[in-house]
């Protein structure tokens, strides 16, 4: 399958250093594009799941979904995100699990933004770079 080329700089408000990300996959846009699809797809449902596990007294699980979204969105240049996790992840780490609405709340605000953001892109696999 093939899509038309998406020049990064233009394409997502949510990277802070499109550059940065970039050479650090060797300047392959195809490979960027490939990891915002799979994070997309593989963190979608965030929302409820974090909300099940929680709700289940899970909570272990639930720092670990976070932990994990906390690094994938540190190595995409995802910053925002990745300081929304810390927050999070922190609140977790220390057991205030009663307080940390307001960290949750931004969270899954940056979770829909971006979902969103790549929903309306409709990135599929195997950008290509017009000739």
């Not at 932990?67 to 999070?88: P, Q």
Request: glycine residues 6%; charged residues 25%; aromatic residues 8%.
């Amino acid at each position: 399958m093939q899509i038309h080329y998406i020049p990064m700089k233009e394409s997502f408000s949510f990277l802070e250093d499109p550059d940065g990300v970039l050479e650090r996959l060797g300047g392959n846009e195809a490979m960027l594009v490939r990891l915002l699809v799979k994070f997309r797809d593989s963190y979608r449902n965030t929302q409820d799941q974090l909300h099940a596990l929680l709700v289940a007294g899970e909570r272990e699980e639930a720092w670990r979904i976070v932990h994990s979204i906390k690094g994938v969105s540190a190595n995409l240049g995802i910053g925002l995100l990745y300081r929304c996790a810390i927050s999070l992840e922190t609140r977790m780490k220390n057991g205030d699990y009663l307080s940390m609405q307001t960290e949750i709340d931004a969270f899954y605000h940056e979770m829909d933004r971006i979902i969103e953001e790549l929903d309306r892109i409709q990135i599929r696999t195997n950008a290509v770079k017009p000739g």
